[in-house]
């Protein structure tokens, strides 16, 4: 599965990361909000990198709320998300009782909205999505440093961007490798790991996520210093496709938490020492 996901973030990002969020719900487990019966009205309109939320939602009791809630939209375009992640503490409670938000525009990115059509994922599924968010974002990285390197093809290796982005190619191998070899002969992550494999897990995605962070940052200098003619740089298209998927990579395993909350910091510590060592 890491490898078919890593592959689909090379080479269409935007498209896989559509094809997954209308396949799978994977915000289902989260605490969620209705859209309130005096207020049906409630919107989500695109804007840049993501969409922008107006309308009066219930939310759930302050027992069962978490850090992450999820806001649903009655009616979307077509193709067009109709859930979003949002943090709770952006949710200010208006009511008496304290269950009622009232947003206006509200600001949530491209990578926290989602599709309630989707097969809802389960609670024990949260490393289903965490390695399908870091493949795919390892393999939109992947594509962004082959971009970089064809910019300076034909006898200019010896530019200081070409040899950035051979060797940010290079930690991102090192990366793909040590990430697939924490999902080595283990069943599929929609099947549950064990509890081992799943602190592992939990533990290297964000350190994918601050690679994959570090290649696109590399990539945007260039395309901020670049004399570019065309009408938009190669790489500013690219990154601008790959958003939503670097967006959720950076919070993957905040949003659905290890089902011990306690392993990630843990298997952070753990994972700390085989690196340096």
Same mark, same amino acid.
């Given at each position: ?6 592959? !689909?973030?090379?080479?269409?990002? $935007?498209?896989?990361?559509? /094809? %997954?969020? +209308? @396949?799978w719900?994977?915000?289902?487990? =989260? ?9 049906p ?15 009066l ?15 649903p ?6 193709g ?45 599924? !949260?490393?289903?999505?965490?390695? $399908?968010?870091?493949a795919? /974002? %390892?393999? +939109? @990285? ?5 971009? =970089? ?17 051979a ?25 549950g ?11 290297h995605?964000?350190?994918?996520g601050?690679v ?22 190669p790489?500013?298209s ?9 967006q ?7 949003? %659905? ?8 910091r ?12």
């Open positions: 599965m890491f490898a078919a996901f890593e592959t !689909a973030g090379h080479a269409d990002p $935007a498209g896989t990361w559509q /094809a %997954l969020t +209308t @396949a719900n994977w915000a289902a487990p =989260l605490p969620a909000a209705m859209c309130h019966p005096d207020f009205g409630a919107t989500a309109r695109p804007a840049p990198g993501g969409f922008t939320l107006s309308g939602w219930s939310l759930p009791p302050r027992e069962e709320a978490g850090p992450w809630s999820t806001l939209v009655p009616v979307a375009g077509a067009e998300p109709d859930l979003f992640v949002v943090a709770s503490k952006v949710l200010p409670r208006t009511s008496g009782t304290g269950t009622v938000v009232r947003l206006d525009d509200l600001y949530v990115p491209a990578g926290f909205a989602t599709h309630t059509a989707g097969a809802p994922l389960r609670d024990g599924d !949260a490393a289903f999505l965490w390695t $399908a968010v870091a795919l /974002a %390892l393999g +939109t @990285a992947r594509r962004v440093t082959d971009v =970089l390197a064809a910019l300076h093809a034909g006898g200019a290796a010896s530019t200081p961007y070409a040899a950035v982005a060797e940010v190619a290079a930690v991102l191998y090192d990366e793909r490798l040590s990430l697939a070899a924490a999902l080595h002969d283990v069943p599929s992550a929609r099947q790991l064990p509890a081992a494999t799943e602190r592992r897990l939990a533990a995605v964000p350190r994918a601050q994959v962070q570090h290649a696109v940052a590399v990539a945007y200098e260039h395309a901020l210093t670049a004399d570019w003619s065309g009408a938009c740089h790489l500013v690219l990154i601008e496709a790959g958003s939503p998927i670097l959720q990579a950076r919070y993957a395993t905040e949003v %659905l938490p290890p089902r011990d909350r306690t392993s990630l843990k298997a952070g510590h753990g994972d700390d020492r085989r690196i340096s060592g």
